[in-house]
């Protein structure tokens, strides 16, 4: 969901949030921030309201030690949501999910490049051309961070613990200490200016090998 030009204190959009969710949105300072708190829960809600899912609306929901929200109670349903710039994506599953979404606007300095990318994944880096680095590294960052989002930890979990291969024809997690399969799949988003992932518990290998976003 793309938030700008969009007022959900219209009536069209009040069922889809919670009283919480205004409180929380009161405490932001920006016009944008207030957009995309409220986006990503109208977004939920209405996602679940178009699969079908059996929640009650709004749909209520707590968040675990390292602040990844869960539907409460647990409904055989698993969520998770990200916003940049002036989007906002949500993912559903019927398995643990983390998705993210960067705005690839602002060329990332050799010091965060540095920091994000291991030595294994610094080899692919390096050999693309100049003009493509840039992507490449949001692709990096997105699938790292969805898949932190999955594991439920965030960035409690260290980016050494494992490395991305984006040499395929999508991305594959490698953990040095392995807990468990994780599938991550690019997102194909219609602007072109973002990079987003989803990463799902669990071999899939049955997805696409990029996975289209709906926009609500």
Same mark, same amino acid.
């Given at each position: 969901m793309d938030v700008e030009g969009k007022d959900f204190t219209a009536k069209e959009w009040s069922h889809y949030y919670s009283k919480e969710r205004i409180k929380k949105e009161m405490k932001l300072r920006g016009a944008?921030?207030? %957009?995309?708190? !409220?986006?990503?829960?109208?977004? !939920?809600?209405?996602? !679940?309201?178009?699969?079908?899912? $059996?929640?009650? !609306?709004?749909?209520? #929901?707590?968040?675990?030690? $390292?602040?990844?929200?869960?539907?409460?109670?647990?409904?055989?349903?698993?969520?998770?949501?990200? $916003?940049?710039?002036?989007?906002?994506?949500?993912?559903?599953?019927?398995?643990? =999910?983390?998705?993210?979404?960067? $705005?690839?606007? %602002?060329?990332?300095?050799?010091?965060?490049?540095?920091? =994000?990318?291991?030595?294994?994944?610094?080899?692919?880096?390096?050999?693309?051309?100049?003009?493509?680095?840039?992507?490449?590294? #949001?692709?990096?960052?997105t699938v790292k961070e969805s898949f932190l989002k999955a594991l439920g930890t965030g960035f409690h979990t260290s980016l050494d613990t494992f490395y991305v291969q984006m040499e395929e024809a999508y991305p594959r997690i490698v953990q040095k200490d392995a807990k468990g399969a994780y599938t991550c799949r690019l997102l194909e988003f219609p602007d072109a200016e973002y990079a987003a992932a989803v990463c799902i518990e669990g071999a899939h290998e049955e997805l696409p090998e990029k996975i289209p976003v709906e926009f609500l």
């Open positions: 944008c921030e207030k %957009k995309l708190c !409220l986006g990503a829960e109208v977004l !939920l809600n209405r996602g !679940l309201e178009a699969i079908g899912a $059996h929640v009650s !609306l709004p749909a209520a #929901y707590k968040r675990n030690a $390292h602040g990844k929200p869960y539907l409460y109670p647990p409904q055989g349903l698993f969520m998770n949501w990200s $916003h940049s710039g002036t989007c906002v994506v949500c993912a559903l599953s019927d398995a643990d =999910v983390g998705v993210d979404l960067q $705005h690839t606007g %602002k060329v990332p300095k050799e010091a965060l490049v540095q920091k =994000v990318l291991r030595p294994e994944e610094r080899i692919f880096y390096d050999r693309v051309l100049t003009e493509q680095k840039q992507r490449l590294f #949001y692709q990096y960052w």
